[in-house]
Structures are given as structure tokens and as C-alpha cells.
């Protein structure tokens, strides 16, 4: 509240101000607001020209090379263009439909550009299904099932087999120790058993082509893209982690009323529905997609910790939050987050493998210090039990009749 003295002849008038917190915080939106379109702009800008050069392009060489002339801020416009479509329709389909484009390219390194975008993707595709707006994101649809099937056959049109070493439980995990599991001296069993590797190898297909996609065959194909996004983890910047992490937690907890998880009307086409509107409807996942969700999470969590950074034994039961974390990855709240969202949407779907995997990644997570020659092979060690155990003699005092006390009795 302001005041302001108007003289008036004999007589003082005081004009009252009244400003408000609500006038206070409508000047702040509209300054943030104001700043966000600015920035839009900008970002709008550096899209129209990426789809301009795109257009001119004869080759794939020449549009990667449209790539590589400014990818940071290009892959940061189209990140922000994902989050907020509805203000730019227009440029959205343009840009969606340019990803199509690159998606059916034979080069590696296009498709690779794709994959960046797969998880926003995939949420904004699975996020407008629930809500029943599938014509609405069907340039998406299309963008996700060519870099479907470009992924999942090779040259010859042939489907891809991916195989994969199974570890032995002589190899350290996120589920036990090898060395409570080993005997207390060497046999020729045990060595046997270190020397033999990983010998068995799974196979993973092979995958179906597919044409049109379905409610039956919807999310095998998210589980398909999240599992070529995961083969190329290593090779990712880390703008996409951190876009991961905020598309995983999006879309576990859509439909679900958690503090810090409020759906902004950008995320979508959502209309209003009158008065009362309807409740977000949730995402349909499977145990797969969840499982390869908590691969890519498990790969973003930071994992540069110090030994003065570990809470007691007996605060375990604490939440992940309350733990400090060095900066690895730089993206320790949201990757922790979203292993708690994952874990929730577990919890609330009866997935016991789901949980399994998050319960042992949590307990890692709280027990042992990273950077150790105990930690797992990404930084996130195992929960290591000494190997001898040190037993301390009881102390024994002799009893004897000096220990006793005698007192007299009242009346003697």
C-alpha cells in the first residue's frame, strides 16, 4: 500500500495506492511471461532457419552439416518447441515432420539426431492417446514408427537380432555381492567359475516391421525406441539426460495428484471441460517400457559422491531427496526424481520386477559411496558386507561377597 499527501487549502487529502500481492504477482507473470515469448522467438527463429537449410539440402551429408553448424542451441530450440507445441502449432508439425524425414535416413548419425527427441516424443504421443487426440499427434505417430522400423531392420530389410552377454554372478550388480557368494578359500571350482566370463548370450527378437500402430502393438513400440535410446546412452549430450529424466517423470505420474507434478496446459491439447473438468486420465505402461526407462535413469543419476556425504545406517529409511550429491552427470534431483516417480508407478501397477529394480537401485544408492574399487560399473555401487567378521570377548567380572552390600534392617 502507498500513500501520497495532496495539499488542499487548509485541509490534507491522502490519495491511497492500492497495490495489491495479486497486482504484485500479475506484473510478475506478465514480465515472465514476456521473457518466455522473448525467448520463443528467438528459439523460433533458429528452427525456421534449421528447416530452411533442411529444404536446400540435396544429400544426407549436406544435412548433417545443417546439423552441426549450431547443434547445441538447435537441439535446445527443439526441446523447448516439444515442451511448448501448442503456441507454435504449425512449426511443431514442420519441425515433427522434418524428424520424419531424417528418421527414414540410411545414415546412422540422422537417426541418431532423432533418438535425442524419442523420450518428449513419446511422451507428447502416449499423453494424446489417453486424452483421445490421436489425429492430433499423428505426424508424431508416423515420425516414432519410421524411426521404428529403420531401427529395428537392417539393410537388407531384414529384422535385427540384438544380442547380449548375460553376466555371471561372479560380476558385481545392483542385487548382490560376489564376495559373500564366494568360498572363504580357492577351489578349482571357484576359479572355474571366474574364469568362464559371460558365456551365455540372450538374444532380443526379432522384431516384427510394423505398418500402422495399434493399441496392442503402441507401447512395444515406445519399449523398441527407448531401447535403441538406451544403446546409445554413452554417445548422448547431456541436454538429452536431463530432457529424459523430466519426459520419464511426466509420463509415470500423468493422471496422478503428487506435489511438484502439475500438468501445464502446454503439455497438451487438453480443453476445458466446464466447471467441473475431468480427471487426467493415466498412461498405460508395461513392466518393459518401465525397465528400459530405469536403464536410461540409471545412467543419468550422478555418481560422484564423498565419503562425508553418507548419512548413518540408521537414517536409511530416508528418502533419496535428503541426500547430498556431487555433480557427475548434473542432473542428481532429476534423475532421483524420476527413479521415485518409476518407483511409485511400480508400486501402483504391481510390477514386482520393476520394483526389484528400483529397490536395488535406491539401496545402492543410500549405502555405498561412489567412486570407490567396490562401486558397479556406472558409478552406483553395491551394498559390500565385510568379508571377516571381528568378534569382541565378553568381559566377565568375578562376584564375590565384597560386592554385596549389607544394610541393617529397621528395628535392629
Known amino acids: 500500500m502507498l500513500g501520497r499527501v495532496l495539499p488542499t487549502g487548509n485541509t490534507v487529502q491522502v490519495s491511497i495506492w492500492q497495490t495489491t500481492r495479486s497486482d504484485l504477482n500479475d506484473t510478475g507473470l506478465a514480465i515472465s511471461g514476456a521473457a518466455t515469448l522473448a525467448t ?110 529403420m531401427e529395428v531392420l537392417d539393410e537388407q530389410g531384414q529384422p535385427r537380432i540384438a544380442p547380449f552377454r548375460l553376466p555371471t554372478l561372479a560380476r558385481q550388480s545392483i542385487f548382490h555381492e560376489p564376495a559373500s557368494l564366494a568360498p572363504a578359500s580357492f577351489t578349482v571350482d571357484s576359479l572355474q567359475r571366474l574364469e568362464a566370463g559371460d558365456a551365455d548370450t540372450v538374444r532380443w527378437g526379432p522384431p516384427t516391421q510394423m505398418t500402422a500402430v495399434t493399441a496392442a502393438t503402441r507401447l512395444h513400440l515406445a519399449t523398441a525406441i527407448m531401447l535403441a535410446f538406451n544403446a546409445r546412452l554413452s554417445a548422448l ?60 535413469v540409471y545412467f543419468a543419476i550422478p555418481a560422484d559422491r564423498s565419503l562425508f556425504d553418507l548419512p548413518h545406517l540408521t537414517s536409511n529409511s530416508m528418502p533419496l531427496s535428503h541426500f547430498h550429491y556431487s555433480r557427475f552427470n548434473e542432473f542428481a534431483s532429476l534423475g532421483i526424481q524420476a527413479l521415485e516417480d518409476v518407483h511409485m508407478r511400480a508400486q501402483y501397477e504391481l510390477f514386482p520386477d520393476v520394483l526389484l529394480i528400483t529397490n536395488g537401485i535406491k539401496n545402492s544408492l543410500k549405502v555405498n559411496p561412489s567412486g570407490q574399487p567396490s562401486d558397479g560399473p556406472m558409478g552406483i555401487s553395491v551394498a559390500l558386507t565385510p568379508s571377516t567378521t571381528t568378534t569382541t570377548p565378553l568381559s566377565k567380572t568375578c562376584i564375590t561377597n565384597a560386592s554385596f552390600r549389607t544394610k541393617k534392617l529397621p528395628g535392629r
Open 40 to 149: 520463443m522467438d528467438g528459439l523460433v527463429g533458429v528452427v525456421e532457419d534449421w528447416l530452411g537449410d533442411c529444404e536446400a539440402a540435396d544429400d544426407c551429408k549436406q544435412l548433417y552439416e545443417c546439423l552441426q553448424s549450431d547443434l547445441d542451441r538447435l537441439t535446445h530450440a527443439i526441446y523447448t518447441l516439444c515442451d511448448e507445441r501448442s503456441r507454435c502449432p504449425e512449426l511443431f508439425e514442420s519441425t515433427v515432420k522434418q524428424l520424419f524425414a531424417l528418421a527414414r535416413s540410411k545414415d546412422d548419425r540422422l537417426r541418431e539426431f532423432v533418438l535425442l527427441f524419442a523420450p518428449s516424443l513419446l511422451y507428447i504421443y502416449l499423453s494424446s492417446v489417453s486424452f483421445g487426440d490421436k489425429k492430433g499427434v499423428g505426424s508424431v505417430e508416423v515420425a516414432l514408427l519410421a524411426l521404428y522400423n
Open 237 to 296: 549430450p547431456k541436454m538429452a539426460l536431463m530432457h529424459l529424466c523430466k519426459a520419464v517423470s511426466k509420463t509415470v505420474c500423468q493422471g496422478f495428484n503428487r506435489p511438484g507434478h502439475h500438468h501445464r496446459a502446454s503439455y497438451g491439447n487438453d480443453t476445458s471441460f466446464g466447471l467441473y473438468p475431468r480427471p487426467t486420465p493415466r498412461i498405460p505402461l508395461t513392466p518393459e517400457l518401465l525397465k528400459e526407462f530405469l536403464n536410461a
